[in-house]
Each structure stands twice: as C-alpha cells, then as structure tokens.
C-alpha cells in the first residue's frame, strides 16, 4: 500500500462548480499535511497548507480528518484557471529527519 | 530573489550514455531534494541531502545513480549509464528547515527532462 494515496482522476467539472478531491495516508505518525499544485509540464508549487482545525483561503478550503487520516481539499466557483494537477504532500519524522511523500495527484480539469 | 535553477532543462540521449543534472538551490536553503516524476505519476524521492549529508538516499538506484552536494550548496545528480526506463522529470527542490517537526516549504526548481533512446 502506498504512504499516499490519490484518486488520479480525471474530474471533468463545469466552471462554477464545487469540486473535492481527497487524500489518504496510511502512517498514523504523520505530523504535518499540505496541498501542492502542478501545471502540465511545470514544477509543484505549494498551494495550501492544511491545518487540524481546517483552513480557507479564498475558494479553496482544506480539512484533516486525523481518526481517518485522510485530507481533503475543496474548490468552490471553480475556474478555467483551476485546470492543474494536484498533489497531496505528507511530513512526518524518520531517522531524525522529516520525510517528505507526495501524492500522484488528483487532475483536474475545469470546462468552460 | 532566484528560485531554485537546474540545468539542462531537456537532454536526449541513447541507452548506456551517461547524462548529468545540475541544481542550485534557492540561498540559504539547507535541505535539498533530487526527484523523479513520471507522467501522471507524483515526484518520488531520489535522495535528500541536509547541508552536504545525504541523509535519505534510499531510493536511489545506486547501480547507476549517483549524486553530490559539496560545500552544502550546489548538487549534481548522475545516471551512468542510462536506461530507456530512466526516461522522466527530474526534479531539483530546495527548502529551509529549521530543525523543527516541519519540514519548510518545497520550491522546486523546472525540471530536467530526460529522453533516453
């Protein structure tokens, strides 16, 4: 079983629509989660951070589900510009040093 | 401020042939990551470097892969020889860590794309 795991898609959706993409990670000492965001064929930039309590920044929200370990993100009103592909991105503590576990990515594709 | 540079930014070459990445990380950063990333695929960690110790190269394929970070700046990533498998994105990403139980923000520098014929 992989450490992260995604749902490659692809989500077709119109513009305007609310779309949710979730994440699953399978080691329960995982510390800290994020959202990165990759365009065709462009590096990962970091979108969003995802914090216990959930966090919101603008139309994109992102929860943490600990019991279930899973994490989601949110887009509301989407848009044409959304188009990307998105990786979800797992920390946790090993041999002393922070690993690092990116997704495969969940695409989205936003039509007009 | 500079982001995260790699070069070459696409190389192409035939099976057996050795080919060499370079990356130089954003100043200052002290962590650095080499990546591969096939398509539709998430970048899967190479090797992570701490200043200049290596200190997760687990998944590197050391037959043919090697890599270096001297003086904890600047990292060169070899494959000899190549492979047609081997064709992919390799990703360079530097971050600031603070010794803290989160790793910083990853930047990423565009990528070396390698085609192996």
């Known amino acids: 079983r992989k450490e992260v795991e995604q749902d490659p898609g692809p989500f077709n959706v119109p513009e305007g629509a609310t779309v949710a993409f979730n994440c699953t990670y399978s080691?329960?000492?995982?510390?800290?989660f994020f959202w990165y965001r990759q365009d065709c064929r462009k590096e990962p930039k970091l979108l969003m951070s995802?914090?216990?309590s959930g966090n919101e920044d603008g139309r994109f929200t992102a929860q943490l589900n600990r019991a279930s370990q899973y994490i989601s993100l949110l887009i509301r009103d989407s848009k044409l510009s959304d188009s990307a592909t998105y990786l979800c991105v797992v920390n946790r503590r090993s041999g002393g040093y922070q690993k690092v576990t990116f997704g495969t990515g969940t695409k989205l594709q936003v039509i007009p | 401020e500079a982001g995260v540079v790699q070069s070459p930014r696409y190389k192409i070459i035939e099976k057996k042939q050795p080919v060499a990445f370079w990356c130089n990380p954003i100043?200052?950063?002290?962590?650095l990551y080499w990546y591969l990333q096939n398509l539709g695929q998430g970048p899967e960690l190479l090797i992570r470097y701490e200043n200049e110790e290596a200190v997760d190269d687990s998944q590197l394929p050391k037959d043919r892969f090697s890599a270096e970070r001297l003086k904890g700046v600047d990292s060169t990533l070899k494959i000899q020889p190549a492979e047609l498998g081997d064709s992919a994105v390799y990703l360079c990403?530097?971050?600031?860590?603070?010794?803290?139980?989160?790793?910083?923000?990853?930047?990423f520098g565009e990528g070396s794309r390698l085609t192996v014929l």
């Open positions: 990403a530097s971050s600031l860590d603070l010794g803290s139980s989160v790793s910083g923000e990853l930047f």
């Open positions: 080691n329960s000492a995982s510390q800290s």
């Open positions: 100043s200052g950063h002290n962590t």
């Open positions: 995802v914090y216990s």
